[in-house]
């Protein structure tokens, strides 16, 4: 068949009944070894595959040949595996991947084993098999944060640094790190599986003391939900590392997230955010604590540590907030100049503040993020941050890790790194 380029599409006319076919740019996914893939609507996205005289390739449709399959998705070079989080989200990995991706990795000749997760524990478990002695592996993952956030954080310790790519395909209801990459449809991630560029994902942590505990959300297994001793791979022995792809943060947000996910405000059902916000925000009080922060070395020195901290003298706050990227949900950019992917970490701070003073200045959050120049907000890249957390009662001490509830021990300090190059060993690369 002779294809043409159209109007932004290449159309062609079928030799057998003479029915005309387009295919617009925005739906190819690839066009390889005499093929060219696309994704037929966005609606009900199924795989069409056509052949394709290679001849035929235009200027502007170069831009989708491959020549051959990226070495992270080459199964000579790496083993691969899809999993789809089946209650991330509307659940519509399972589609997804039977429409489009298991289509799309059979032609290419990609196998692969196929993980649909039964329950809360799949993901943990599966990161947990991953041995360093088992050779380069690619996770594709149908998901929002959550299950990228477990994945990374079961990973067992390695002593040999070892790479592990993901690719995430967002089915999740927030996908914030997807978002933020400017990869935040199904259909954008699964164009870059094809043709992305492999690079470190960076990703930052929280150091919790000992004897931390976390909140056990309420589970079909576990209807009430639990709290429990803080468990990761680093053991019980020192402090415990929570690696973050999207926010570490303490006193409102921590408390507003806690409390939509408790087993009173679960029975609200979708009102339970509004709700918690609006009981957090009139209850006026601060989170008290002694703060600092490393502010960036620009030489990646360690030596000028002391000249670089800033201690601030109010201990009290009502907005502690770190993150890597630049919006925690679509519209809402928290910190705006965030540069995700690079390492580097942010931190918004406001101190005591009437709840309406609050709510005023997050919702500049959503016009591009004009917060961050009003004068109670603290907007700053920073290093690491720590702080010491003094209050007696236990709800003021909960700490959010990517959704993740934590509570620490009375005077005890967290701390907060900016992004590092491996997660226990794990060199995390993530293709986009
Ligand atoms: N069959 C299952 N039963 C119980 N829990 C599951 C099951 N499958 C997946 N999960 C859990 O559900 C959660 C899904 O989180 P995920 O991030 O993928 O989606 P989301 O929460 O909708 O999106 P986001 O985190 O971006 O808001 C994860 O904690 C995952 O382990």
Redesign the pocket.
């Known amino acids: 068949m002779k294809f043409d380029v159209i109007d932004q599409a290449i159309v062609g006319v079928n030799d057998d009944d003479k029915s005309t076919i387009s295919i617009p740019f925005d739906r190819i996914l690839a066009i390889t070894q005499g093929l060219v893939f696309s994704v037929s609507s966005e609606d009900t996205p199924s795989l069409d595959v056509h052949l394709f005289n290679e001849s035929n390739l235009t200027a502007e449709i170069q831009k989708f040949n491959i020549s051959d399959l990226p070495y992270y998705i080459d199964p000579r070079i790496t083993e691969v595996t899809v999993i789809n989080?089946?209650?991330?989200?509307k659940r519509s990995g399972e589609q997804i991947y039977a429409n489009i991706l298991r289509p799309l990795l059979k032609e290419l000749g990609i196998v692969h084993k196929y993980i649909s997760?039964?329950?809360?524990?799949?993901?943990?478990a599966f990161a947990e098999s991953l041995t360093p002695d088992r050779g380069p592996h690619t996770v594709i993952l149908l998901?929002?944060?959550?299950?990228?956030?477990?994945l990374i954080n079961s990973l067992q310790l390695t002593s040999e640094t070892r790479d592990l790519i993901i690719l995430p395909i967002?089915?999740?209801?927030?996908?914030?790190l997807m978002t933020s990459l400017s990869l935040a449809t199904p259909f954008a991630a699964i164009f870059s599986l094809l043709r992305g560029t492999v690079r470190p994902l960076n990703a930052f942590y929280a150091a919790f003391p000992k004897n931390s505990k976390e909140v056990i959300p309420p589970?079909?297994e576990d209807p009430d939900g639990k709290i429990a001793t803080l468990t990761t791979p680093d053991g019980n022995t020192g402090s415990q590392r929570i690696f973050s792809l999207v926010v570490v943060s303490w006193a409102i947000h921590a408390a507003l997230v806690g409390d939509s996910d408790s087993p009173e405000y679960r029975k609200l059902g979708n009102d339970r955010f509004k709700i918690a916000a609006k009981v957090n925000l009139e209850r006026g009080t601060a989170w008290h604590g002694k703060l600092s922060y490393l502010s960036p070395s620009k030489e990646g020195g360690e030596c000028e540590r002391s000249t670089r901290r800033v201690e601030l003298d109010d201990v009290e706050h009502s907005y502690v907030l770190t993150t890597s990227i630049s919006s925690l949900e679509p519209g809402f950019k928290i910190a705006p100049t965030a540069k995700p992917l690079t390492g580097n970490l942010e931190l918004v701070r406001m101190p005591l503040l009437k709840g309406d003073d609050i709510m005023r200045l997050l919702m500049l959050a959503y016009q591009n993020g004009a917060h961050v120049k009003e004068p109670e907000v603290l907007y700053t890249e920073i290093d690491c941050l720590y702080v010491r957390v003094d209050e007696e009662e236990e709800r003021m001490r909960r700490w959010c890790v990517d959704?993740r509830i934590i509570i620490v021990p009375q005077g005890s300090v967290v701390e907060v790194h900016r992004g590092v190059a491996d997660v226990r060993g794990w060199r995390i690369m993530i293709a986009i």
């Open positions: 989080s089946k209650t991330a989200g997760t039964e329950s809360k524990s799949t993901i943990s998901s929002g944060d959550t299950s990228i956030h477990e967002p089915t999740g209801s927030g996908n914030a589970s079909d959704g």
